[in-house]
C-alpha cells in the first residue's frame, strides 16, 4: 500500500496497556519498565479518561523539593496524568497523525472506534512506517541545534531549560567533547532516593564536583546534589550530518531512541530528533 493512503489501523499497537485513576504511580512506572513503553492509558470504569507519559512521571518526580516530594508508591496516577486526551479513529492518515503529534505537542493518540479504545499510535509507530523510511534528504537538512549543559549543572536547572525550550539536553565535557543525553526517560526512571543510598549494590563511584569540591560515594555527606552527570546517557549514539534521513531512521530504531547526537569531525553540531523527522513526515 503506498504511504500516503496508510492509516491508523494499520499500524497502530493492540491490546493496549492502561491503569486506573487510583493506581499507583509506582506500579505505572513499573509497567512502563516491564513492557518497555513510553506511556500507559488511564481507564476509569471502563472509559479512557487519560494518559500518563514518562513525560509527566520526568517533571513531577524530578520538579519538586525532596522534603515536599510524596514518594511514587504513595501518588496515585490522577495526580499525575494528563486528562482528556485526543483521539482519532482507525482510518486516520498517518500524515493527519503525525500533524497532530506536532500541533499539539503529544507523543501518542488512542485509537477509538464507536466508543472503544481500539490501539494506540504512537510516535515510534509512525517512524516504522513506510512515511519514514521512504523519506528523502539528509539529517542536515532536518537537525536542529543542540542546547548544552556542563556534567555539573544541578538537575534543577537541567529540568528548567528542558521545560523552557522542550528540548533534550546535550551534556558536555570542559573541552566540549559530548558526554551524553539527558531526556524525560532519564528524569521519568532517575531513583534519587537509590543514588544517595549507594545504588544497586551499596556502591557507588566517587564523583568529585570541579566548582565546590565536595564528594560522593559511600560515606559521603547526604544532601549532595544531584547533576547532569548523574542521570544522563552515555555514550550518545551519534550521526554524521551527511547521513541520508533513512539511515537515520534505521539507526533510531536500531538503537532504540528517539534523538541523535549530530557529530563533524569530532564537534557537536547538532541533534536530531524523532520530532524532526515527524515534520517531514507531517508535509
Not at 508508591?73 to 482519532?88: K, L, N
Not at 505537542?105 to 509507530?125: A, F, L
Not at 509512525?126 to 539528509?138: H, I, N, Q, V, W
Not at 524525560?184 to 551499596?202: C, K, V, W, Y
Request: with cysteine; aromatic share 4%.
Amino acid at each position: 500500500m503506498p504511504a500516503r493512503y496508510l492509516t491508523a489501523r494499520d499500524v497502530m499497537s493492540a491490546p493496549v496497556f492502561a491503569v486506573s485513576p487510583g493506581d499507583t504511580v509506582a506500579h505505572a512506572r513499573n509497567l512502563m519498565v516491564r513492557h518497555k513503553i513510553s506511556r500507559v492509558l488511564v481507564m476509569d470504569a471502563g472509559k479512557l479518561s487519560g494518559v500518563l507519559t514518562k513525560k509527566d512521571l520526568g517533571y513531577h518526580l524530578q520538579q519538586e523539593a525532596a522534603w515536599r516530594r510524596r514518594p511514587p508508591d504513595q501518588t496515585t496516577v490522577s495526580e499525575y496524568a494528563t486528562p482528556g486526551p485526543v483521539v482519532v479513529a482507525p482510518e486516520t492518515l498517518l500524515r493527519t497523525i503525525a500533524g497532530i503529534f506536532l500541533a499539539k505537542n503529544i507523543g501518542c493518540v488512542p485509537v477509538v472506534d464507536h466508543g472503544t479504545v481500539t490501539g494506540i499510535v504512537t510516535k515510534t509507530d509512525l517512524m516504522k512506517s513506510a512515511f519514514a523510511t521512504g523519506l528523502s534528504g539528509t539529517v542536515r537538512d532536518v537537525m536542529e541545534d543542540a542546547v548544552t549543559v556542563s556534567h555539573w549543572h544541578s538537575l534543577a536547572h537541567v529540568i528548567g531549560l528542558m521545560k523552557e525550550r522542550d528540548k533534550k539536553m546535550v551534556v558536555t565535557n570542559s573541552d566540549g567533547s559530548v558526554a551524553g543525553i539527558i531526556t524525560e526517560t532519564n528524569l521519568a526512571f532517575h531513583d534519587e532516593n537509590r543514588r544517595r543510598s549507594g545504588g544497586m549494590n551499596n556502591e557507588e563511584p566517587v564523583r568529585k564536583h570541579e566548582n565546590a569540591g565536595f564528594l560522593s560515594g559511600p560515606g559521603s555527606p547526604v544532601n549532595v546534589p544531584v547533576t547532569a552527570g548523574d542521570v544522563m546517557t552515555s555514550p550518545v549514539i551519534t550521526v554524521a550530518p551527511e547521513r541520508p534521513l533513512p539511515y537515520a531512521v534505521g539507526l533510531m530504531q536500531s538503537k532504540k531512541v528517539n534523538n541523535l547526537v549530530v557529530v563533524e569531525n569530532d564537534t557537536l553540531v547538532g541533534i536530531v530528533k524523532r520530532d524532526d523527522i515527524l515534520k517531514e513526515v507531517a508535509k
